[in-house]
């Protein structure tokens, strides 16, 4: 039995399928031999094992890039982590444009019997987009009426669930108050393009009346392509808020009991892609399984979005080959070093991310996370880079500017307009965005011990099961939730969150 995965002949190092005891020899396959390795300490699983002598300040390699340089001598059987291997990241880079380069081949999906014209039952909009629920939203500008909105959500749900819509649902937020500049902006942005939202049948807008951000102002950025599913409520302007709020609320109700389900192509779908509490196993099972899913949906003309900005530094050239263009490529440039530049602005080392959950589960540097992060994104061509709060509107891969936090990401990519959104964890969390947040785990331990949070069990991968399985599985899973005959945990738990990025004055 294999004691040792590597992911690519050039690597320096293999990962441990299980917890390995100093003085064992772990067994490992290379060039279709398999080997023993003295092991000089203990090795967690998921961690990693150098398989030679890596001498001090030369590149470690795994995946077959350079996850840092080793700090000190280490020798075969050595365990490799935070005590002899550092990051090899500096600051802004130059990066050169190639045309026609490309890392990896593009990847074909296979295996899987939807992938001839797959379909989901899904609601059209009138204004050509696709919705995989049909839910009455309600956003306030300002954190001041939170508490309003939460009940006017509570009683709105209770009154109306049942005729046409799957539900009322409020995210609460503390901005649009003492804001200011480009990050009052930001804030009305993202705001705007969740009220755009295709899974939203109709959307009710809140104010108080005297923040910053004014109804008038997110009445512009919203438009009025389609004015019967929006509505706008200025509380200080109305004697009873909740009396108002819920006429409008059924008004809303009306307009989206005209929509049902229909037949609708998977070029219409939307899926985010996002890590949180990643371990070593997350760039073997969960992430690779998802850029297969990524595939699957560009290949057929959707679209793929991919954020956590602050994760591709390291691994950034891997998605600047698959530019579709130089303006797209230096579009990625910007992207990458403009988040370093923030980064530095404010007095922080743009490597130190891996958290201490990361480093628990084996991820030791900001390169090897950025390397497991980026397979999320398949390999098709990134046809896109946009600004974050911005809506997608190229088929194809999306690259979202956003941080790595995991409710702030995932708001981006929900407001990217993102249906659904693959999440993959190590570590496991419950928390769901306001879109179906589908939890994969990379160990089917977290899976067994969390079956409350985890929608899908990669784990299986180091198992024996075949990528082909999985693929296929979960893309029918996908095909269910956006059919609407599926819910994922978060929602059924009623776990629905947003938060904002927040990068400014509050007066």
Not at 59 to 84: E, R
Not at 465 to 485: F, H, K, P, W
Request: proline share 5%.
């Amino acid at each position: 039995m294999t004691d040792l995965i590597i992911l690519h002949p050039k690597d320096d190092v293999g990962v441990a399928l299980r917890p390995l005891t100093a003085g064992a020899h772990a067994v490992v396959t290379i060039n279709g031999k398999e080997h023993a390795i003295e092991l000089a300490e203990d090795v967690p699983k998921g961690h990693k094992v150098a398989l030679r002598v890596i001498e001090k300040d030369r590149s470690v390699l795994k995946y077959g890039y350079s996850i840092g340089k080793a700090s000190q001598l280490i020798l075969p059987g050595a365990w490799v982590h935070t005590h002899n291997l550092k990051t090899g990241l500096a600051g802004e880079v130059e990066y050169q444009y190639t045309p026609g380069r490309t890392s990896d081949p593009p990847f074909v999906p296979a295996g899987n019997p939807a992938q001839a014209g797959p379909t989901f039952q899904g609601y059209l909009r009138r204004n050509g987009e696709a919705g995989i629920r049909n839910e009455i939203w309600i956003i306030n500008t300002v954190g001041c009426i939170n508490k309003t909105c939460e009940q006017l959500a509570r009683m709105a749900d209770q009154q109306f669930r049942g005729r046409g819509i799957d539900g009322v649902y409020h995210f609460p937020h503390p901005y649009g108050c003492s804001q200011l500049g480009d990050d009052l902006a930001h804030t009305q942005r993202l705001l705007a393009s969740l009220a755009r939202h295709g899974n939203a049948a109709g959307v009710l807008i809140v104010g108080l009346g005297c923040e910053n951000n004014q109804i008038d102002q997110m009445q512009a950025l919203i438009g009025e392509d389609e004015p019967d599913r929006v509505r706008y409520m200025r509380a200080q302007d109305v004697e009873d808020e909740l009396a108002s709020g819920l006429a409008m609320i059924e008004e809303l109700v009306n307009y989206a009991e005209g929509y049902q389900r229909s037949e609708l192509p998977l070029s219409l779908l939307k899926i985010g892609l996002k890590c949180g509490g990643s371990d070593g196993l997350s760039g073997i099972t969960a992430n690779p399984l998802a850029g297969r899913i990524a595939d699957w949906v560009t290949a057929a003309g959707g679209t793929a979005l991919l954020t956590e900005v602050p994760e591709m530094f390291g691994a950034e050239t891997i998605l600047m080959e698959r530019a579709e263009n130089e303006q797209v490529f230096q579009e990625i440039t910007s992207l990458i070093n403009d988040f370093k530049q923030y980064f530095i602005s404010h007095g922080q080392q743009i490597y130190e991310n891996p958290s201490p959950g990361n480093k628990d589960g084996g991820i030791t540097t900001l390169e090897e996370k950025s390397l497991g992060c980026t397979q999320k994104g398949g390999t098709a061509i990134v046809s896109a880079v946009l600004p974050y709060g911005e809506r997608s509107s190229r088929p194809g891969l999306n690259l979202i500017q956003a941080p790595g936090n995991d409710l702030v990401s995932v708001t981006a990519l929900a407001a990217a307009g993102a249906h659904l959104v693959l999440f993959t964890t190590g570590r496991g969390t419950p928390f769901g965005g306001p879109v179906p947040t589908v939890k994969i785990s990379t160990n089917s331990e977290l899976a067994a011990r969390k079956p409350h949070w985890i929608d899908f069990n990669a784990g299986t991968l180091v198992e024996g099961a075949r990528m082909e399985e999985l693929e296929e599985a979960l893309t029918d899973q996908i095909l269910q939730l956006a059919s609407g005959v599926r819910r994922t945990h978060n929602e059924m738990g009623g776990f629905r969150e947003i938060s904002i990025f927040k990068d400014g004055v509050i007066l």
